[in-house]
């Protein structure tokens, strides 16, 4: 079951640099530029399903990292959430692959 919590991320992003056979000297670096591109990326598809207030809790949970709860939030607000995030790290990982391949 996919979620938005750093170790699913970090997990994912493992699983990405390993597919672009990029070698474990250089999977930090990586990591550390794609990171922040994700996170960017997962929260403006989430915020863009939200009402203002739902958005508001959201934040707010954020920013005490609570992602378990985070996470229980959305599963209500976005129907079929699990589906809707996964669709957001695959289509991230297609891209990726993508870009690196030209």
Known sequence: MADISKAFQEQFLDELIKKAWFSEDSASLLKADL???LQERI???IYKELKEPQADEVTKLFKAEKYDEI???LRKCIPNYDDF???IYAQFEDEYLENFKN
Do not use: D
């Open 43 to 45: 929260m403006l598809y």
């Open 71 to 73: 996470n229980k939030f």
């Open 35 to 37: 990171r922040p591109i």
């Open 85 to 87: 995030i996964m669709e």
